[in-house]
């Protein structure tokens, strides 16, 4: 084999090399800042979101992404007249814009809810409160992410 | 929880169970997507009324863990149901004693 002809087939080894790891790379589409739009439509419609009444606790590094402990706290007096009916949890980035939903009513006195969830890479996380009274209250937070939620 | 309280006192209930909570944005050692395996629904029923209803998605972490809260107004049983989307279901039963 001529040296020509060996560098030809250097490169195309290396080529075929440098597609291989950009099929490495390929992972499923993160839900984008337009999919979480997406689904906060889906589930509030037309009706407006407000910053404030909502504290959203995340640690503001999280060195394990699969694991991120989070609590969800709504300023509501949680009566029979005035209470949170439901929290959400949503990410920008994760594969799926949804993460979280849950059920509240006056029977459990505090509108306050823990869990711990995924958080695929460094990001806005946001929880959103829908209230009895039909008003809907948000807040977002900044989350940096070392090791990712891989399990996602 | 705690096994008893004080009518009218809000309760803080923790709750955790074992399981996978397979994404199904995973692959496996040979490239293949392993398939999604993840709790669906999480809901808590104090005195046969359900006080607390969760919907999960592959973004809560393995082994699912929930605190939240709960008015005591009679002695009752706490029942606790998890359902994943292959169709199996977990209950625990706990019984809250409540005192005047």
Redesign the interface.
Known sequence: MSSADERTRRRQVLRALAAGACLLVV??AAATPESLAAALRETFGDRPITPGRVKLELPRLAENG???PV?VTVDSPMTEQDYCERIYIF?EL???P?????????????A?????????TTQKMSAVAAMSDGSIWSATVDIEVTVS???? | MPETAKRGD?VEVRTMITHP???G??LNNVGQPIPRHIVQSFTCT?GG?E?????????????????????A?QSADLIFTWTDDRGGVATHTAHLTVSD
Request: some cysteine.
């Open positions: 992972r499923p699969n694991v991120v609590t990410s994760n594969p799926l949804r993460v979280l939903e849950v059920q509240l009513g006056p029977y459990n006195g505090r306050r809810i823990s869990s711990r969830i995924r958080v695929g939620g891989c399990g996602l | 809000t909570m397979e994404s944005f995973r104090y009324k006080v607390f209803r969760a919907k999960l998605h592959p973004s809560v972490s393995t082994n699912p863990y929930f605190v939240f809260y709960v008015v107004t």
